[in-house]
């Protein structure tokens, strides 16, 4: 994990929170396991969901922008690697996080894809109303898809996915 020990980010949610998620999930999706980043950040960002009876999730890392898995379907076998993201308005700690996942990205051998919010764009066409998109703004994120090989697929909104192509 980039950023430190857990012990210096953990801030823990109230206990009467997490049981409404445990009691939600239990509920709703039984037999299905998760993670979440509630330990990692104030307020929470993201809660992971899978059905157990068909795939094997297995923890990376988790921090207060990202969840990182393998996940490995039981009938195949295939394995893929699979990072969701909600990243800060802050672009400095955006680029931290670009700078971890290069890391993590030049060393890996299987699939990627990444999913979730970049609280950014990546063209001026991704954008609508405000203020016009500097060279600035989608620097980083052009530079990180070009320095890893990353497409970015159809997506709706500010949801952005990138696959890395091998």
Request: charged share 20%.
């Amino acid at each position: 994990m980039y950023g430190g020990s857990v012990d210096a980010q953990t801030t823990q949610l109230p206990s009467i929170l997490l049981a409404r998620v445990g009691k939600f999930t239990s509920s709703r999706f039984p037999g299905w396991r998760s993670c979440t980043n509630y330990d990692f950040i104030d307020g929470s960002r993201m809660l992971i969901l899978w059905d157990g009876s068909r795939v094997n999730c297995d923890v990376l890392e988790i921090d207060s922008q990202h969840i990182h898995l393998r996940v490995t379907c039981k009938v195949t076998q295939v394995s893929f690697i699979v990072t969701f993201v909600y990243l800060v308005y802050c672009i400095v700690e955006r680029r931290k996080l670009w700078d971890h996942l290069f890391l993590v990205g030049s060393a890996l051998t299987l699939p990627w894809i990444i999913v979730g919010d970049f609280n950014c764009y990546s063209s001026s066409n991704d954008k609508v109303g405000g203020g016009a998109l500097r060279p600035y703004d989608i620097k980083d994120l052009l530079d990180f898809r070009m320095a890893l090989g990353l497409e970015d697929v159809v997506h709706l909104d500010k949801w952005l996915h990138l696959v890395q192509v091998r």
